[in-house]
């Protein structure tokens, strides 16, 4: 976050999302076509499909300082790419592991379905990873440990 | 082929016509039968209808004398013995807080590790094909009409066997022995048994319906593998008459006509004292 | 070296209102890369356009980024001022600070700061844009359709009146599936044959339509546009070019009447030699090698019988025939296969299914499917329309109609609701009872379902003009009895809304099975990459918006292959999907965007991770050769043609040889490391 | 008495592990049903009350008492629902609330003398359970006509060696038997 604007002492999660072009995406303009106010602590990027994120990804934005990391795709079975959020979650419980083995706190990881339609929840969800990432504080423990190694 | 045995009430008291056929039966096809040491009551009809632990705990507790004696399978010529202590054993097995404490209760471990089997499923196990070739006698003047009754194919969730619908191993083992099973609507059909002694009338109406089938199929004998089947419809049937019965029917056990055809005689299957005579030519004789 | 221009949409006050648009403009210019940054009160408008197209022009930019609105608004608008200006569309990228910042965050000061990590973002990825083209593939006019059902006859008919030539490929030896042989049909208790036979007649006839009955679907290769389709043609043992249609064979044909005709669902019987129904179209004989003695001797070197081909004047008939595969290249297919009866016996096929064994199907002979009683009550059927049941001939004066049977039945595997048989049932009820007026029939039924135009009316006009009995329960049993000497089945059935069992004693009984696909649908599907629920029925791509067309480009569906459905709704989805073959046929070539997966063959280990993947079925494993033939290694190809660029691929290469154009590793860590400095 | 019970359909669904909310009505129990036709409320009925939770009702009918448990229902349901097992449930909670109607007495006094032979022995003695159940039910009903009934049948069996005065083998661990009995909470 910009330091001059904000006190240096109050922290503010920095979360980092990666988000379908059809689902997510549009559900996320949906919350702003509807002036849906959340808290300005999260970056999407865009991607085709759930299905193109892979660990490495995720790790890289906790590698470069993100506290908290959302994944987020259309709903099981309204995939634009027929099963690409399908392979998305069946790796998921993979992900899981492999985050857990290099050293990341699950907690500090989100998946999700937010259709184009559910510009709300997506508000929601976003004020919720805040506010939990908020009460866990900054991710230093990672950092650490990137620094270490 | 060795196997454990529970005969249960039944056949240690108003049917122990059957335990006599089974026995003989058994020991005609070399099938040694382990009996349980000191095996209690199943609960049969009543448990389930009055207390849903007990109806688990008392054919746990069978379970559990089974498990201590190592056996791998367990035969209950009962049907309904073999269905309670198979849902026992399922329920037990699939849900390890039931498995805690059943065995507390009945203050010995059950694990659900038994295979509980009826009569039909022994014969498979000795093959049909063996007890063919064992047979010395042509089963061909027999009619049977194969009568599966109630809990020998429901519900068919714990019994997993044969079609409860349209079962077919009875008649598959009689025709190996050259008999000729009719083709009639009463295969699983109630027979009114569980009221016996409450709903005469009732009984009466249900016995009539499933023996006169029999008989306008063109059977000679009804053959059941039922203990309970067996003392309703046979005990019954002077009811059934005077609701319109054509005319006797014989009704056999399973192991008596697979007795007959390996070259038992009618003393050492016990077959006189049927309420309704069995002619000396179905005797075997 | 980099000069990117980067555009700061005002949006009127919807952006400028919560991003200081200027601060931005200024921290951005700051960025190593940026060659200007500038801001505008509406960036798509016409004078906004030209801005960025003369900065374009004026300062040789290498890249765009439009800091305004969603991509999903105005990237195409963006891209093509680009396009206009010089530069390769795909050199643009865009910011979204309206949707993702001006209107979701009121504090302006906090708002401005993730305007500018925003817009840094898309400059690292725009830095890393390359030129693409988008894919042009050239568009074979031509289209296949697989199944001659009403609904294939009608998307064939469709397309070929628009100018396509169609190949119409049907597996039986005529063109009209199950509606040739249906009595009367609801809603309207019109002749089936009379209103379909015109149209197979226009379908043997049409110059634009080539048809191949008694052929199936061997091998599809290619891509939407491009298909290779192989079609094994089976051995007809009659020459149909040569053959008159006289019928000089079949009369004479010893085995006539003699083998079931599985047409009239084994009710009636045919030759060995025969057409499966009068009004059979190609109007050509087949001979059914199983039964036919010549065909049967020439195994053992011997020449039996001949009776027909020595009957035939014009020399069709030929004992040596083979079947022949046929290749032929289309740009468009339509599925149109239709579906079968649940087979309710006992014995089923799929182990996941179980019959009624209850209901004595396949071993009494007079309880019969639905699809027997339409043969049973048509003018055309065995019995030349005189209700007569299969035993013994007897006019039934009672029947028992039983709905859902197999559909809503979970312990019998099939949970769906067939959607047709309520009405059909009704129709059977009321065709029943026009011929046996002084016959009853019951119907035992658990809901009804009647939706659609003067669909219940018809259904309550079966009840209130027609008296057929409705009871709503289920039947439990059916027992063959005889009563006074008379063979009945006696069905045991409840009446819920009296709250009592109820017994019923037909002569005949109807069981309304379950709609299912036609055997061999998954494997059709296979070849074709299209989906399928888990009974087979094919997944469109979009149950209410993309009703006919399938994730598989190119690929439609019409008619009961698709989900059960009655004629009406079959015949609409058929001109739907032929509709839609012929706006794709008629593109003089189909472009497709050019963000489609590669892979770089010198790094990929051939694992298949990525074949396995693929939802598209895009990737293959290949050889890699040099000139001279001899084998270098295996490496995994994209088939641009397929591939639809989810990306998944690249998730998954152990080896990140796989990458995604448009949104490369390298793009995307760009993206991600540009908020190191800010995190 | 157990422990008074207010959501019925939740304890239903406890003691028969049926998913009550899965019928959808369909009558298939009823119409298979052996005793359907002189039930009061046949077995679709029971399991629309189970399913509504109106239970007490059911409770007192004759029905519960008049099913046969020979599982055709369970066995033939779409849905797969445990038909039998909630019937089992009801007449369960039926003695709990002592609910069920006067001319159930027979079966439950039948049902009873059974268990508590089983109680008493380990096993049952057909003829001390026929003695105890003719005198409880004659001395509550009056029922002459019965013990007539039963009292012929009673030396023809004797006569085929039906029926026995003594067990054959007791079973050694009595007290056992009774523990069980106790630590299920039968009351008899
Ligand atoms: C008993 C009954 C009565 C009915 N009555 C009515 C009514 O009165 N009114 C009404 O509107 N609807 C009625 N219907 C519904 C009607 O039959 C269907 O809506 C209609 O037939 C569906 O047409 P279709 O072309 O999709 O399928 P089908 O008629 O099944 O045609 C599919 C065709 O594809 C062929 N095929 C299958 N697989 C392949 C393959 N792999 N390769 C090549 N060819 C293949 C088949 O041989 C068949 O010719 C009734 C249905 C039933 C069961
Ligand atoms: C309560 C309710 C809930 C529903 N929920 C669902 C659901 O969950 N899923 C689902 O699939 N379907 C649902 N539907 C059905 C769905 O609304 C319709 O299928 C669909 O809207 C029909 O689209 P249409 O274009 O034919 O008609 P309409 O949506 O009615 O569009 C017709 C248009 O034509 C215009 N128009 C009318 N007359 C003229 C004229 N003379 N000149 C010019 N313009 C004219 C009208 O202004 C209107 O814009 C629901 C319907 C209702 C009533
Ligand atoms: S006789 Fe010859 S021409 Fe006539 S229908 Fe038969 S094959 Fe065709
Ligand atoms: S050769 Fe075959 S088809 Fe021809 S007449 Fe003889 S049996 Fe019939
Ligand atoms: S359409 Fe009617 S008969 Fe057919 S499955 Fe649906 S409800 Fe049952
Ligand atoms: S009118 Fe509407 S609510 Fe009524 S049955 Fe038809 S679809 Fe259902
Ligand atoms: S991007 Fe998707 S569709 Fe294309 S090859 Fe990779 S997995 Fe297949
Ligand atoms: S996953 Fe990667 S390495 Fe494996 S085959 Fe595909 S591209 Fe090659
Ligand atoms: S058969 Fe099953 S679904 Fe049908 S009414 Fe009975 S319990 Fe309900
Ligand atoms: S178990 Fe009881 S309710 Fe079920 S069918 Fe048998 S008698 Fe009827």
């Known amino acids: 976050m910009n330091a001059e604007t904000k006190s240096t002492d109050a922290f503010e999660p920095k979360i980092v999302a990666f988000v379908c072009n059809w689902c997510t995406y549009l559900g996320a303009d949906l919350a702003g076509t509807n002036r849906l106010e959340y808290p300005a602590n999260i970056r999407i990027l865009r991607l085709p499909c759930t299905g193109r994120v892979d660990f490495n990804l995720i790790v890289k934005a906790f590698e470069i300082g993100a506290d908290a990391v959302l994944v987020s795709g259309c709903h099981p079975g309204d995939c634009h790419y027929t099963a690409g959020n399908f392979h998305a979650r069946r790796r998921w419980d993979l992900f899981r592991e492999l985050l857990d083995t290099v050293g990341i706190d699950l907690n500090r990881v989100y998946f999700s379905w937010i259709s184009a339609a559910e510009g709300a929840k997506f508000q929601k969800l976003v004020t919720e990873i805040v506010d939990k990432t908020r009460e866990m504080g900054p991710y230093e423990d990672y950092k650490k440990l990137v620094a270490e190694s | ?285 | 070296m980099a000069k990117i221009g980067v555009f700061t949409c005002w949006c009127g006050e919807n952006i400028a209102r919560n991003v200081d648009v200027d601060k931005v403009s200024e921290a951005i210019a700051k960025l190593p890369g940026v060659g200007c940054s500038m801001n505008y009160k509406y960036m798509c408008s016409e004078p906004g356009q030209s801005l960025i197209a003369t900065k374009i022009r004026e300062l040789g930019l290498t890249g765009v980024v439009v800091a305004s609105c969603s991509p999903h608004m105005h990237l195409k608008t963006f891209r093509k001022t680009c396009e206009l200006a010089g530069i390769n569309p795909y050199l643009i990228e865009m910011a979204n600070i309206r949707e993702q910042c001006s209107w979701v965050h009121s504090d302006k000061e906090v708002a401005t700061a993730k305007a500018i990590e925003l817009i840094g973002m898309a400059v690292e990825k725009v830095r890393r844009n390359h030129a693409l083209q988008p894919i042009r593939v050239p568009v074979t006019k031509r289209a296949l359709v697989i199944g001659a059902g009403v609904a294939g006859i009608q998307a064939a008919l469709d397309v070929a009146s628009g100018g396509v030539e169609v190949v119409l490929v049907e597996r039986e030896p005529s063109v009209g599936g199950k509606m040739a042989g249906l009595s009367e049909t609801f809603p309207t208790l019109d002749c089936s044959q009379c209103i379909l036979t015109p149209r197979m007649v226009e379908v043997g006839q049409h110059p634009n339509i080539k048809l191949m009955t008694y052929s199936e679907v061997e091998k599809v290769d290619g891509y939407v546009g491009n298909f290779k389709v192989t079609i094994r043609q089976k051995a007809r043992y009659v020459d149909i070019a040569k053959c008159t249609g006289c019928g000089s064979c079949w009369n004479a044909c010893p085995k006539k009447n003699k083998i079931p005709n599985s047409f009239d669902y084994n009710l009636g019987n045919r030759g060995a030699i025969y057409i499966p129904f009068p009004q059979a179209v190609p109007a050509r004989p087949t001979i059914d090698p199983d039964n036919c003695m010549r065909l049967q001797s020439m195994k053992n070197g011997k020449e039996l019988c001949g009776i027909c081909a020595k009957k035939c004047q014009t020399n069709a008939i030929n004992f040596h025939d083979e079947e022949k595969f046929v290749e032929v290249e289309v740009g468009a297919i339509i599925v149109a296969t239709g579906y079968q009866l649940y087979s309710i016996k006992k014995e089923q096929e799929n182990p996941r299914i179980k019959g009624y064994a209850e209901y004595g199907y396949g071993k009494y002979p007079d309880v019969v499917d639905s699809l027997q009683f339409e043969r049973i009550i048509s003018a055309s059927g065995p019995t030349g329309g005189e209700p007569k049941r299969p035993s013994d001939g007897k006019t039934p004066k009672s029947v028992v109609f039983i709905q859902c049977v197999g559909s809503r039945d979970n312990a019998k595997g099939i949970t769906y609701c067939s959607k047709i048989c309520c009405m059909y049932t009704a129709k059977h009820t009321m065709l029943f009872k026009h011929k046996v007026h002084d016959g009853t029939a019951s119907v035992f039924y658990m809901d009804i379902r009647s939706g659609g135009k003067m669909y219940d009316e018809f259904v309550r006009r079966a009840i209130e003009q027609d008296g057929a009995k409705y009871y709503r329960g289920r039947v439990s049993k059916i027992e063959q009895v005889m009563v006074d000497g008379e063979r009945k089945y006696r069905c045991y059935g409840a009446d819920t809304l009296k709250g009592t069992p109820v017994v019923v004693d037909a002569d005949m009984v109807v069981l309304a099975g379950a709609i299912m696909p036609s055997s061999g649908v998954t494997q059709l599907a296979q070849k074709l990459s299209v989906g399928y629920n888990e009974y087979g029925f094919l997944s469109e791509s979009h149950p209410k918006l993309r009703p006919v067309e399938t994730n598989a480009a190119g690929v439609f569906v019409c008619g009961a292959c698709q989900g059960p459905k009655d004629i009406p709704e079959t015949v609409a989805q058929a001109s739907a999907a032929a509709g839609k073959a012929l706006i794709m046929l008629s593109q003089p070539e189909l472009t497709r965007e050019p963000e489609i997966a590669t892979i770089d063959e010198k790094l990929c280990a051939a694992c298949g991770a990525c074949v396995k993947a693929c939802p598209y079925q895009a990737i293959s494993i290949e050889e890699i050769r040099d000139r001279k033939g001899n084998f270098i290694k295996k490496t995994s190809r994209v088939n641009p043609g397929l591939c639809m660029g989810c990306g998944t691929c690249v998730a998954v290469c152990p080896s990140k040889s796989a990458d995604l154009i448009g949104f490369t590793d390298d793009q995307v860590y760009a993206q991600i490391e540009s908020l190191a400095d800010v995190f | 008495m157990s422990k008074p019970v207010q959501d019925w359909s939740a304890r239903v669904e406890e003691l028969s592990g049926a998913k009550l909310n899965d019928c959808y009505q369909c009558g298939k129990c009823t119409a298979g049903c052996p005793r359907a036709e002189v039930m009061d409320v046949p077995p679709t009925r029971i399991m629309r009350s189970a399913q509504t939770g109106d239970v007490l009702e059911v409770a007192k009918a004759r029905s519960i008492w008049q099913c046969l448990s020979c599982q055709t229902c369970t066995a033939r349901c779409p849905k797969n629902v445990e038909v039998a097992g909630v019937v089992d449930a009801l007449r369960q909670i039926s003695i709990e609330t002592n609910t069920f109607s006067d001319e159930s007495l027979k079966v439950v006094s039948f049902q009873k003398a059974f268990l508590r032979s089983v109680r008493r022995n380990g096993r049952t003695n057909e003829t001390e359970m026929a003695t105890d159940f003719e005198a409880r039910y004659f001395f509550r009903r009056f029922d002459v006509a019965n013990v007539v009934r039963v009292g012929l049948l009673g030396p023809k069996m004797i006569a085929r060696g039906k029926m026995h005065f003594k067990l054959g083998s007791p079973v050694k661990d009595k007290a056992l038997v009774k523990r069980i009995f106790d630590k299920c909470g039968v009351e008899l």
């Open chain 2, 1 to 285: 082929m060795d196997i454990g045995y529970y005969p249960g009430c039944a056949l240690h008291g108003s049917s122990n016509d059957y335990e006599a056929s089974v026995r003989a039966c058994m020991t005609a096809l070399g099938v040694n039968l382990n009996e349980l040491e000191d095996w209690i009551c199943c609960g049969a009809s009543a448990a389930h209808c009055i207390n849903h632990d007990l109806a688990t705990a008392l054919p746990a507790r069978n379970l559990g004398i089974a498990e201590k004696m190592n056996l791998k399978s367990l035969f209950a010529p009962c049907p309904m013995c073999s269905m309670e202590l198979k849902k026992a054993n399922d329920a037990i097995q699939s849900n390890a807080a039931l498995r805690e404490k059943m065995s507390e209760i009945v203050e010995t471990p059950v694990t659900g590790a038994v295979d509980v089997v009826n009569l039909i499923q022994v014969f498979q196990a000795v093959g049909y094909e063996t007890i063919a070739q064992r047979a010395v006698k042509k089963l061909d003047a027999f009619k049977p009409a194969c009568y599966y009754g109630c809990l020998l194919t429901r519900p068919p969730k714990t019994l997993k066997f044969d079609d409860p619908e349209d079962p077919t191993s009875m008649d598959e083992l009689l025709s190996k022995l050259g008999a000729q099973p009719v083709e009639w609507n009463c295969k699983t059909v109630c027979c009114g048994g569980g009221l016996t002694l409450c709903d005469e009338d009732a009984v009466a109406a249900m016995t009539y319906r499933v023996l006169q089938n029999a008989l306008d199929s063109g059977a000679n004998c009804v053959v059941v593998a039922c203990p309970m089947c067996e003392v309703n419809l046979d005990m019954r049937q002077a009811d059934a008459r005077k609701l319109g019965l054509t005319k006797d029917v014989p009704i056999f056990y399973l192991s008596d006509l697979v007795g007959i055809a390996v070259g038992l005689n009618a003393k050492a299957l016990d077959l006189n004292r049927r309420f309704v005579s069995i002619s000396d030519e179905l005797k075997g004789a």
